[in-house]
């Protein structure tokens, strides 16, 4: 049989065609992911298997297999080659003579012992040995072989990846704001329970202290609801939504909180008083709005603006949207990000004017009116992440297939992006308004308290490092 008919069929030996002292072997070596997909199958998180910590102070010293995941081995020799499709098992004696460790080599025999020619069973020991020909498993099984001659071809099956949970990627965005203290945070109208419980768990992570402003006796009412506890909770009691985004507006000015989250009011209400000229919170900057992603099929954080402030921007205003994002980008530690100006085409076409506003952003870069980042545009969306894109169609640029920084040209691209990838990727997504006199965490109403934590994580970080800038100058 050739190597291509061995990898594309399975076949059986039946009763008759297989004698005593017949064997079939099988090697594995033991990875991590072997030990972390078996725990998730089979449910079993006996820490001695995915508790690096715990393991170290058991007996082995180490995270060790599972020891049915030899046994597992087992199954697959008998059910895959020898006997194989049409086999059913009967018993299986194991007997576990020690573990194997990360980067083990086990190599399993099989051997046929008896066979039973009135119901055609067949008893086989089965031997595991490591690299170095100590016995791992030792033991027996019991099978009805198959009669009837099986080959088949092999059945694709779906390909198998370990991701990181949701809660683990968000503990990492919460890890930027290690050796950060807590800021002040106002936050508007927290009155449904999402909203409340994002304030109260940034609290309970160290990140805020929060001051809430809203009617007192529903703030009050809700966390009462939920269980929730508001000590180290100043409260401010403010008739209505509207009063509410007045006065922690006028907080933020007066330097009495450093941030601000949105609750459940709507955003307009919020942001109509964070732009107005006479009481807001302008500054010689366009406020815009960044989203940022962690998408798990993606190797770095990705931000995305404008997708909630600028609905059609000019380049003009492009101009502070991306010196914004760049800048928040350097406070996350990002060095030089690299920015793709995105666009239907990778092309600059007098019929589009998201190209046309491309190339002039890259041109100002050149000339520094963009500072601090690498711009690459127009490119379209799969040569901006896509390394094997962007060379297909012969892009050369520092920029394409791993861009920091996506910006998008208007609030619709943007925000359909951006949900895509939160819904449909599963990415965690954090969202601050830049360009004010603090970090604004706009979140949707749909959002949990756990990414509004995470957008809080964002805002302490842009705190800290504008109390840096501060005291430098």
């Known amino acids: 049989m050739s190597m291509a008919e061995q990898i594309e069929y399975i076949e059986n030996r039946t009763y008759d065609e297989i004698k ?14 072997d030990i972390q997909m ?71 025999t099989v051997t046929c012992r008896r066979k039973f020619d009135h119901n055609h069973h067949i008893v086989f020991d089965c031997l595991a040995v490591n690299q170095d ?36 990627r968000y503990e990492h965005l919460i890890e930027i704001t290690k050796g950060l203290a807590p800021i002040a945070m106002g936050v508007a109208h927290p009155c449904d329970a999402e909203s409340l419980k994002g ?47 007045e006065t922690a507006v006028a907080l933020a000015r007066d330097g009495e909180v450093e941030a601000l989250m949105k609750g459940s009011l709507h955003t307009d209400e919020l942001m109509g008083e964070v732009i107005s000229k006479v009481s ?6 366009r406020i815009s709005h960044v989203f940022l992603m962690d998408v798990p099929t993606y190797p770095r954080p990705l931000l995305i603006t404008d997708a909630a402030v600028n609905i059609a921007p ?4 492009k101009v502070d949207i991306v010196q914004n994002a760049i800048d928040l980008a350097v406070m996350l530690h990002i060095s030089e990000p690299k920015v793709a100006i995105l666009a239907a085409v990778e092309t600059v076409n007098p019929k589009m004017q998201s190209t046309l506003d491309a190339a002039a952003l890259c041109k100002m870069a050149d000339r520094g ?47 359909m992006l951006a949900k895509q990838l939160e819904y449909l990727a599963e990415a965690l997504a954090a969202g601050i308004v830049l360009g004010a ?37």
């Open 369 to 415: 009116q963009i500072k601090g980042g690498i711009l690459d545009g127009p490119l379209a969306f799969d040569n901006a992440i896509s390394v094997v894109a962007a060379r297909t169609k012969g892009i050369k640029s520092v920029v394409a297939g791993q861009a920091d920084i996506l910006l998008v040209p208007d609030i619709e691209s943007g925000n």
């Open 20 to 33: 005593v002292g017949d064997t079939a072997t099988l090697a594995r070596t033991l990875r991590p992911d």
């Open 199 to 245: 304030a109260l768990l940034a609290r309970d992570r160290g990140l805020v202290v929060p001051t809430l402003i809203g009617p007192a006796e529903k703030i009050h009412a809700l966390a009462e609801q939920h269980g929730l506890d508001l000590a180290g909770c100043t409260i401010i009691s403010v008739p209505h939504s509207h009063a509410a985004a």
């Open 314 to 317: 000019t380049l003009e205003e």
């Open 38 to 108: 078996f725990a998730v199958i089979s449910g079993d998180l006996n820490p001695t298997h995915v508790d690096p910590e715990y393991a170290r102070s058991s007996s082995f010293r180490e995270v060790v297999a599972h020891g049915m995941w030899g046994g597992v081995l087992m199954s697959n020799v008998l059910g895959t080659q020898f006997p194989g499709p049409g086999t059913v098992y009967v018993s299986q004696t194991l007997q576990f003579e020690r573990a194997v460790r990360v980067g083990d080599t086990v190599s399993l």
């Open 437 to 473: 006199r603090v970090p604004i965490v706009l979140t949707s109403r749909a959002d949990s308290a756990q990414t509004r934590t995470a957008s809080t994580a964002v805002a302490v970080v842009m705190a800290h490092a504008r109390r840096k800038q501060a005291a430098s100058s």
């Open 133 to 168: 020909g100590l016995k791992v498993i030792e033991g027996t099984a019991e099978v009805l072989a198959p009669t009837e001659k099986v080959r088949r071809p092999k059945v694709a099956m779906p390909e198998l990846r370990l991701a990181e949970t949701r809660t683990s």
């Open 280 to 285: 807001g919170l302008r500054t010689e900057r």
